[in-house]
């Protein structure tokens, strides 16, 4: 949920795969709003399951639609393959993204287990496609916060949130002090 709100996704620069530890392979589109209750959600995934697809307003755009693997088919080409896990090689965020933007931007895919443990040692999640494990905090961290960390460094460092000013608002304009205030000691 973190990251379809995210405005890394409203950018345009997120893409969002579901693996299951079956195999099943969910392609998302970034217009889903997903629900908040976890009964709706839990309805939208049965009927994705059920029918393979999950539609919206627009009936020629599926919002999620399940897909034929492996994973791997629809990564970027030559994409940089990062499986989040405690026991990773410990990073600091900031300088993985920034050391991106250094690269012109190449593209990152990131494997984040969701279930309980680490989810990127079981098999058939996503151990056969992450080249490298990383570690972003020691201690293991839900989905969501992983998401939300990831999503959170990028944008900043590829500025995504940044909004366009015109050059005559660039400048801050200074604020004049007022001669009536006085510091009571």
Not at 97 to 125: C, K
Not at 160 to 169: G, K, L, Q
């Amino acid at each position: 949920m973190a990251m379809m709100d995210s405005p890394l996704n409203k950018s345009g620069r997120l893409q969002v795969y579901l693996h299951s530890a079956k195999g099943t392979l969910i392609e998302v589109n970034p217009s889903l709003r997903i629900p908040r209750a976890f009964k709706v959600f839990a309805q939208l995934i049965h009927d994705l399951l059920r029918s393979g697809e999950i539609f919206g307003q627009d009936p020629a755009t599926p919002l999620m639609k399940r897909i034929a693997g492996p994973a791997e088919q629809y990564f970027p080409r030559y994409a940089k393959t990062i499986g989040l896990s405690p026991t990773g090689r410990p990073i600091k965020l900031r300088d993985f993204a920034m050391s991106t933007e250094a690269n012109g931007n190449e593209s990152i895919v990131f494997a984040i287990g969701a279930s309980e443990g680490d989810a990127i040692l079981e098999p058939d999640f996503g151990e056969e496609y992450t080249t490298d494990k990383v570690s972003i905090c020691p201690w293991g961290l839900r989905a969501a916060s992983c998401c939300q960390m990831v999503c959170y460094e990028f944008e900043s460092v590829w500025n995504v949130c940044v909004p366009n000013i015109p050059d005559s608002m660039a400048l801050v304009q200074e604020v004049p002090a007022r001669s009536n205030m006085k510091l009571k000691t």
